[in-house]
């Protein structure tokens, strides 16, 4: 028996999480230089980091002999969400929390219910532990919460929402929510994950912060990766009661949140400008996104992140013919969606290439 063959059945099943195509590799692979390369796969914000962030990563330099202290951005995202910081966790990313969560809930012989075509680390997540995934139909792409609410078990310890939905850009409007929170039984967690949250127009945003007194077995994971440009820094947090927050902080990895992207957050979290400007900026290249769509006679899937998923004949081409002109968007086969690809919203620049590109790939 090989060594191999020692691991545990349930890590040798996983299938390993493929991220969006990197500008280095296709730039190695095809020959295009770096800077004639538009990505728009893995939904970063086309715009960077904030000023702020940038300055206050200038000042963090200084200090990475030390290591990291998070009361600064605990007590900034407490501020932010009028919680008090022992209610919430950081993470290495949104995902980090994510896995949080399901390595003190879940475990061999318990399960989670997740919507098909929901993110993918939801799944990566569960089975790590070795419980039981229970996969629910997805309903117009989204998720189904009435199948959902009847697929859990009595040993279902977590569900998983993601609001909106990534990759398929769907949103569940929040009375369906909140009814589902309501008739999920008390024992259950219910992980809701608001990574595309800032996305949202604020007129039909709601505070989601404030069910958490009503619903102690609700967490709320988001994150500084999208609107707030620090993806490669790695940092997210997750809101939840004390209690859950304790439990989660006992198996969080020391120090699991470094100096700069600490440094950054802060900073960030005050950039209301920045983050403003960066909403607009997708509203609008959305329009720009869809009406392209539109005139090419392709189909989508209404969004509300800061991508579109949209159908075409012959995804897995269509996407090699865009590669092939320096063009990067994620192709979503993994997910059950072989003839959908997701584009990220980019700068009108970075939108009109895209078109064009596309326009040549059909």
């Not at 069910?211 to 990766?225: D, K």
């Amino acid at each position: 028996m090989s060594l191999i063959d020692q691991a545990l059945p349930y890590v040798r099943a996983i299938s390993p999480y493929l991220p969006g195509k990197p500008i280095t590799e296709l730039a190695r692979e095809m020959g295009i230089p770096v800077d004639k390369i538009v990505k728009l796969a893995s939904n970063e914000n086309p715009l960077g980091m904030s000023p702020k962030a940038k300055a206050a990563l200038a000042k963090a330099v200084d200090s990475l002999e030390r290591y990291p202290d998070d009361f600064d951005l605990k007590k900034a995202l407490a501020n932010h969400t009028g919680l008090g910081t022992e209610r919430i966790v950081l993470g290495n990313g949104s995902n980090d929390v994510l896995d949080l969560v399901a390595r003190v809930f879940l475990a061999p012989g318990r399960s989670a219910v997740f919507a098909q075509h929901a993110f993918a680390v939801y799944p990566l997540a569960t089975l790590s532990t070795g419980a039981e995934l229970i996969v629910v139909p997805a309903k117009d792409f989204g998720h189904d919460l009435d199948a959902m609410r009847a697929a859990i078990r009595p040993d279902t310890r977590i569900v998983w929402v993601a609001n909106p939905n990534n990759p398929t850009g769907t949103f569940l409007p929040y009375p369906q929510l909140k009814a589902f929170l309501q008739a999920v039984p008390d024992d259950v967690i219910v992980v809701l994950d608001e990574a595309y949250n800032e996305y949202l127009p604020p007129a039909e945003r709601v505070d989601t912060v404030a069910w958490l007194a009503e619903f102690p077995n609700l967490v709320i994971t988001r994150s500084f990766s999208k609107i707030y440009g620090l993806a490669g820094l790695r940092i997210g947090y997750a809101l939840a009661s004390a209690e859950i927050a304790d439990l989660m902080n006992r198996v969080r990895q020391p120090f699991n949140c470094n100096n700069l992207a600490l440094a950054a957050a802060v900073a960030a979290l005050d950039d209301h400008e920045f983050v403003a400007q960066s909403y607009v900026l997708n509203r609008n290249g959305m329009e720009m996104i869809i009406a392209g769509l539109k005139r090419l006679g392709l189909s989508h899937i209404p969004a509300h992140g800061n991508f579109v998923t949209f159908k075409v004949m012959d995804a897995a081409g269509v996407n090699q013919r865009l590669l092939k002109q320096g063009v990067i968007v994620r192709p979503i086969g993994g997910y059950g969606m072989p003839d959908w690809l997701r584009v990220t919203i980019g700068t009108e620049a970075e939108n009109l290439r895209f078109l064009e590109a596309l326009e040549k790939a059909l």
